[in-house]
């Protein structure tokens, strides 16, 4: 990284101090995804108590996807730290930006998956009011992720601890009100991530038609 810590140390100093958590939490906001294929196939209903462990999981790890929001918790004391004088703006921001995209990329696709499926098996009227159960799901787990400290799997391998942690979080007077600002942030999130990965999608299949269509004239 000799040249590019000349060019750019703060995004060098950036990368060195945050590049744990950041790859963990991309890690941990991806895992859905791989659920939501794995589980989400087919187009019927499965009995199978697997697929049913699988769904448990899915839903327990997808508020890891757009979880990822809160991370600008720690985007004061990057800027803070950036003392090299290289630029804030150009080198710590873009770092933030690509980590919460992915996550929302993740949550739109892992979340896309399983609206499909409901599509498959006959529920497709149910796809909106599943997309709304999904961001308040997202949003209680975001909650008790970020002010409970509360992991994906605590709920499979300590229930009991688990469940008072959240009772005792969930009653917290300022509890309502966090919940509904994360849903609204996760809303507005996944809405522009849904819009610009489709147009994307769109824009990148428009041009592969033209392309063929130009070789073969």
Not at 89 to 109: C, D, E, K, N, Q
Not at 170 to 187: G, N
Request: charged share 10%.
């Amino acid at each position: 990284m000799g040249v590019l810590e000349q060019v750019a140390p703060n995004l060098v100093d950036v990368l060195h101090r945050d590049f744990w958590w950041m790859g963990w939490n991309t890690f941990l906001a991806w895992i859905p995804v791989g659920l939501a294929y794995l589980v989400f196939r087919g187009d019927r209903l499965s009995r199978s108590p697997f697929w049913w462990a699988g769904l448990v999981l899915f839903v327990l790890f997808l508020p890891n996807a757009p979880y990822v929001v809160t991370d600008l918790v720690h985007l004061r004391g990057d800027i803070i730290l950036a003392d090299r004088g290289g630029p804030v703006v150009t080198a710590i921001l873009p770092v933030y930006a690509v980590l919460i995209g992915s996550g929302f990329l993740a949550y739109y696709l892992a979340l896309s998956a399983a609206l499909r499926h409901l599509t498959r098996i006959g529920y497709g009227a149910w796809q909106f009011p599943a997309t709304i159960a999904a961001h308040a799901l997202c949003a209680i787990g975001i909650f008790l992720g970020r002010w409970a400290r509360l992991n994906s799997w605590e709920p499979v391998v300590e229930p009991h601890a688990t469940l008072e942690r959240i009772v005792v979080h969930l009653t917290w007077a300022w509890a309502p009100v966090l919940i509904l600002a994360t849903f609204l942030v996760t809303w507005t999130c996944h809405f522009m991530a849904k819009a610009i990965a489709e147009a994307s999608f769109k824009a990148t299949l428009n041009s592969a038609r033209h392309l063929r269509t130009t070789l073969n004239v």
